[in-house]
């Protein structure tokens, strides 16, 4: 019996809080455990197209406001973009399921487009966002991934 | 041809070389505790010095952009 493959979805501040220093120590760990078990092949990460356009936008917005960001992290970057299936538009998910998720989630276009690949791949959405998450927890939405907060990431 | 401030600045070049570098460097440094040639503290050592820095509430800055996003208005829906 073939053993059964992790899934993951993780969106870009859950990648982007791996290299912050100033971070809660829990939030930071949680994050670098995931990165490296993605590495090891451990785990299997499953992010939107989107992906790429939230963490470079986060890392230009830091360059630009001073953050003392290194060639590295931009590597780093490309080194787990090789690692990750990648779902794109119009292939793997479609812009109307996510709006109508949106509206029925109650929660942002950003939010539903992590969610819907979550659900379509069977896999947990780890976020750093615990408002996010007390919202879903609260609401009980029937159709929902599985989601976690990313400090309790083992 | 007409200078203009466009124009791409000589360091670029060192730019690109460096990001070269650093590619090889993460991949390396990934390979080399993946396969247990470096113990986990070096590991991140080298993570903290090389790749990590300082974000000085980037985050909460994102993670407020996101509640932004989803219309969760804290100061608006006090008031409403």
New interface residues.
């Given amino acids: 019996m073939g053993h059964q493959e992790v899934k993951v979805v993780l969106n870009?501040?859950v990648f982007?809080?791996?290299?912050?220093?100033?971070?809660p120590k829990e939030?930071?760990d949680g994050a670098?455990q995931m990165l490296?078990d993605i590495?090891?092949g451990k785990v299997i990460a499953h992010v939107p197209d989107r992906f790429e356009d939230e963490v470079l936008g986060?890392l230009v917005e830091?360059i630009s406001?001073g953050?003392?960001?290194?060639?590295?992290?931009?590597?780093?970057f490309?080194?787990f973009w090789g690692k990750f299936r990648i779902h794109s538009r119009s292939v793997d998910w479609h812009a109307e399921e996510v709006f109508q998720a949106a509206l029925r989630w109650?929660?942002?276009?950003?939010?539903a487009l992590y969610l819907v690949v979550a659900q379509k791949v069977g896999a947990t959405y780890w976020t750093?966002?615990r408002?996010?998450l007390r919202f879903l927890r609260h609401h009980r939405f029937p159709d929902l991934p599985a989601s976690a907060w990313i400090g309790d990431y083992r | 041809m007409a200078k203009s401030k466009g124009k791409p600045q000589p360091n670029d070049k060192a730019?690109l070389a460096?990001?070269e570098?650093?590619?090889n460097?993460?991949?390396q440094m990934?390979e080399a505790?993946?396969k247990g040639t470096i113990s986990e503290d070096e590991f991140?050592q080298w993570?903290?010095t090389?790749?990590?820095?300082?974000?000085?509430g980037?985050?909460r800055n994102?993670?407020k952009q996101?509640?932004l996003?989803?219309g969760?208005d804290t100061k608006r829906s006090k008031s409403s």
């Fill in positions: 870009a501040l982007l809080a791996a290299m912050l220093l100033d971070e939030v930071s670098m490296l590495d090891s986060g830091a406001k953050r003392p960001v290194s060639a590295a992290v931009f590597a780093t490309l080194h109650r929660v942002s276009y950003y939010d750093a966002d408002k996010l | 730019l460096k990001l570098d650093a590619k460097e993460v991949a990934f505790f993946r991140k993570w903290q090389r790749v990590a820095f300082k974000g000085r980037f985050l994102m993670l996101r509640e996003a989803r969760w």
